[in-house]
């Protein structure tokens, strides 16, 4: 017997653990199915479920369970990403926790067994909390971005370490000195992606730059209005900056060519104040003329657009800060004439004491206070430089080309499709890639340098020895390759390379890749490159990009909002089921999910319906019949609910395939909640206590197999409850047929009965029309009304006679006769062709009624007047997001036709 309700939190582990037990999540090895493979993008060692997450694994699960069943050969490929700098964070702020000595007191060796010692003790609860979501990932497969320590003959290592030897004999991979970002906590690059661009209380100081060799020029003077007025002698160039100490490394000040203020200056000198250098007045169109003064400072080695603005120009950047971000000392202060006073003073000291400076020269024009945009680390959450520091890239832009050019010829797509376009922005537009990282945990680059600074890059110390000669003393280089440079090999990594596997014959390149859109360039696209440089061709087929999870307000999660929500606490609450389903029905392709606790509670409740409907089947014997014979069913009813079950089917399964998994989701949730629950157990209530054997029998043995193949179609959403209805709704069934997760997805050969079809819709229509206009015009709940039919035909009549115990109930129906005109005191609608009267005048205060009926007509007006106001305003239109627009097209559709059928009904009392 059915336990009263279902209990989440009991049977999750339960079934999880014995679908992993049983081995469900391997693939089936059978060489002559249709192989399917996903990698998981990895999560941080150091990381835990967040809603992202949840998203994003929820969708994996569905593709996996639904291919599996499709019987392919599935490989979920699992795995977790070493997480270079979060990781020596963690393991670092333990240390200093525990008091123990720091990193550098205990030495790299020491403390990268530090932190591998972390990572098998703590590392991965991630994992585990996968699980609790239901990921049926091939967790016996699981990956390691370092690969696994204890294996002397590690593959991963081996894989980053040939990537690597191979792009530099190639050419591919160069050592520069450019221009990064700069972390000064942890004194290392970090990549875009690790950069949070905040909005805070800044400033902008305006300075003036003396003109060289006594030069004077005419500068416009504007009023208050913005009009010129008149011109002002000036010896003098005003330049504004939010980081004034980097004016120490200034080469020059930009003005736009075509700006006419400046047209007599370009060839010029200003002497820059402190350190007494003369520096050009050049022109170039990065200076913007209605910005400011319309003259930029051009510092090369500490701005990523003065880097590029001084490269054309031909100036040497100079460098004044070092990787403490403290004013340089030694030759680099030297070369820019840094004063003494100034070296060794922290970048923000160096600013004040730069400001003052500027005012003891009554060279200060003015501070203006305002919010500007500051880059932090993620991580350490201290203000990053941009920098100038020898360090490895890859050639980017050369590797993008093939990449860019598989995507132009369809053999990797994106879903949706306009996300080529940030693909191809991206990728037109691809600097070189930074992957040198000044940090202990991580892959050790293989490269090593001679005491003459000759670098040999060699598989191992031995080879590079070789190359070197004997005598030559060689050091390794103390950089880790970027995170990024092993996640781009993930797809053929994981599965073995660079040895030739089984796995890689029979599952690269993979399906489909599920990620969200802000790491199209950071990873999607460079395992692009990395796959086909070294497989010869894409890595996935299908890229699906899924939109992002915000609150119910439509805003982003963050912790200083509060508005974060924790799936695990919402998977405590509610169920795995209720979270994944939602998370499923909301995946709109190109659209936001707008989260709540309300919307998962809705779907646990959708979960709660299935169960009571299992409950329903087993106190009316509806058990598990396995096959039906479709031609033998006779039953209008039954035969209905095939065809409503089989149209479930080919929507859903087309849905799936197409990435539409709201589609998907809520067709099933139309078939299981609307016409299973709602309508066909109701319907065959009357054929479940008759006395004809041969229909109830029919009925119990259709309700069953519909029951059952509900449970199929949803289970890639909702894993849980399902499994649990299968095994619980038939004794012994598991050991006999295998768990539900192993059966296979439905296909059906169900032609649709029109006639059947016909006859239950216009049952349904019937009570639905006769219960809205109950409600609309305000017939008490506990009345039953009579009902007449008027001048219908032997078809109708014959549907009304034969379902008349069911319309009875339903609808609340005193009587149901045929009658030749509408009767006194009754109201008329139309159903099909049918016109029906209610006979409700006794029942209802018909002067109220009308009153009710005009103010919520005059309210639905205003609404819709309102809302179609507000979509005619083109600012709202171009600024809201998309779904809130459609949301209120949405409004405006509904609230028309609820006004329609109100109208409708105010007009049926106007002969009362």
């Known amino acids: 017997m059915l336990d009263q309700r279902f209990d989440p939190a009991e049977a999750e582990t339960r079934l999880y653990k014995a679908w992993e037990n049983r081995g469900c999540f391997k693939p089936s090895g059978d060489t002559s199915a249709q192989a399917y493979s996903i990698v998981i993008p990895p999560p941080n060692v150091t990381g835990v479920l967040h809603m992202g997450h949840a998203l994003n694994n929820t969708l994996q699960d569905v593709l996996v369970r639904f291919e599996r069943m499709r019987g392919k050969n599935v490989l979920w490929q699992a795995g977790t990403d070493h997480a270079g700098i979060a990781t020596q964070m963690v393991v670092e702020r333990q240390l200093a926790e525990a008091g123990n000595e720091s990193r550098r007191e205990m030495g790299r060796d020491a403390f990268v067994d530090r932190v591998w010692a ?94 060289a060799d006594g030069v004077t020029y005419e500068h416009p003077v504007k009023d208050e209005d913005g009009n010129v007025t008149g011109t002002e002698t000036r010896d003098y160039i005003v330049v504004a900056t939010s980081r004034p100490e980097t004016m120490l490394g200034d080469t020059g000040v930009a003005v736009h060519p075509e700006d006419e203020r400046y047209a007599g200056l370009i060839g010029m000198f200003v002497e820059l104040p402190i350190v007494g250098r003369r520096v050009p007045i050049i022109a170039d169109d990065y200076a913007n003329p209605e910005k400011g003064s319309g003259a930029v400072k051009i510092t090369p080695a500490h701005d990523f657009n003065d880097f590029e603005v001084g490269k054309r120009a031909g100036h040497t950047p100079l460098n004044i800060l070092n990787a403490t971000a403290h004013i340089v000392d030694g030759d680099d202060a030297d070369a820019a004439g840094i004063p003494a006073d100034y070296r060794g003073l922290d970048r923000f000291d160096a600013r004040k004491k730069v400001v003052e400076a500027f005012e003891g020269l009554e060279l200060l024009q003015e501070i203006e206070n305002l919010k500007i945009e500051q880059p932090f680390g993620d991580r350490s959450n201290v203000v990053i430089e941009p920098w100038m520091t020898d360090q490895w890239y890859v050639d980017a832009k050369t590797m993008a080309q093939p990449a860019i050019a598989a995507v132009k010829e369809g053999k990797t797509r994106f879903v949706p499709e306009n996300w080529e376009k940030t693909y191809y922005n991206w990728m037109d537009n691809i600097q070189p890639w930074c992957v040198s990282r000044q940090l202990w945990w991580g892959h050790r680059i293989p490269a090593w340098f001679g005491d003459d600074g000759k670098i040999y890059v060699a598989y191992s110390e031995e080879e590079a020895q070789k190359q070197a000669g004997k005598g030559v003393k060689l050091k390794q280089d103390e950089d880790v390759l970027d995170t990024w440079f092993s996640s781009a090999l993930w797809p053929f990594s994981t599965m073995g390379w660079p040895d030739k596997t089984p796995e890689l014959d029979a599952f690269y390149p993979t399906a489909t890749l599920v990620t969200a859109f802000d790491i199209i360039f950071f990873w999607v696209a460079r395992m692009m490159m990395m796959g086909i440089e070294f497989m010869g061709e894409v890595p996935f087929k299908d890229v699906y990009i899924h939109a992002l999870v915000l609150d119910e307000k439509g805003q982003k999660m963050s912790k200083s909002k509060g508005n974060v929500m924790d799936p695990l606490e919402l998977v405590n609450e509610y169920g795995a089921d209720a979270l994944r389903f939602t998370m499923g029905r909301m995946a709109g392709q190109g659209r936001n999910i707008r989260l709540s606790k309300q919307a998962v509670e809705s779907n646990r409740n959708f979960a709660t319906k299935l169960w009571n409907a299992a409950r329903f089947a087993e106190m009316n014997e509806c058990g598990a019949p396995g096959e039906i014979d479709f031609a033998k069913v006779t039953s209008p009813v039954n035969r209905w609910v095939l065809g409503e079950l089989a149209a479930c089917e080919a929507e859903a399964t087309k849905a799936i395939a197409e990435y539409r998994f709201n589609d998907a989701a809520g067709a099933l949730y139309k078939f299981i909640w609307n016409v299973l629950c709602d309508w066909y157990l109701e319907l065959i209530k009357p054929l479940l206590m008759g006395m004809d054997d041969t229909a109830k029998q029919e009925t119990r043995a259709v309700c069953g197999y519909v029951l059952d193949e509900s449970l199929k179609l949803l289970h890639p959403f909702m894993p849980f409850v399902t499994e649990e209805l299968w095994e619980r709704r038939a004794a012994g069934r598991v050991d006999e047929q295998g768990f539900l997760m192993l059966q296979s997805w439905p296909e059906y050969d169900i032609a649709r009965d029109a006639e059947a079809d016909d006859e239950i819709q216009w049952v349904i229509d019937l009570i639905t029309e006769v219960r809205s206009l109950r409600n609309d015009l305000g017939v008490p709940a506990g009345s039953k ?15 009304a006679y034969r379902h008349e115990d069911i319309l009875k109930r339903i609808a609340r129906l005193e009587d149901i006769v045929v009658s030749e005109s509408v009767p006194d005191g009754a109201v008329s609608t139309v159903v099909g062709e049918t016109v029906v009267a209610l006979g409700i005048a006794d029942q209802i205060d018909v ?38 627009v459609e949301e209120n097209r949405e409004r405006i559709v509904d609230w028309t036709g609820r006004r329609e059928k109100l109208k409708a009904a105010r007009k049926s009392l106007e002969d009362l």
Request: contains cysteine.
């Open 118 to 211: 972390w990572k098998e003790e703590s590392g991965g609860a991630i994992v585990g909390q996968l699980k609790r979501l239901g990921a049926s990932c091939d967790w016996s497969r699981l990956a390691f971005t370092m690969g696994d320590r204890a294996e002397p003959d590690n593959n991963m290592m081996r894989a980053v370490t040939k990537v690597f030897v191979e792009l530099y004999k190639k050419g591919l991979i160069y050592r520069d000195k450019r221009l990064v970002n700069w972390d000064p906590h942890f004194q290392t690059a970090i990549s875009d992606l690790e950069v949070d661009q905040r909005e805070v209380n800044g400033h902008y100081w305006h300075l003036r730059y003396p003109l």
């Open 847 to 884: 002067d109220e009624a009308r009153k009710r009926l005009d103010k919520e007509i005059g309210q639905l007006d205003k609404d819709i007047v309102s809302t179609e106001k507000k979509l005619g305003n083109e600012a709202f239109v171009s600024k809201a997001p998309p779904e809130i």
């Open 785 to 799: 009304i009579p009902l007449s039919l008027v001048k219908a035909g032997p078809v109708v009549e014959d549907r």
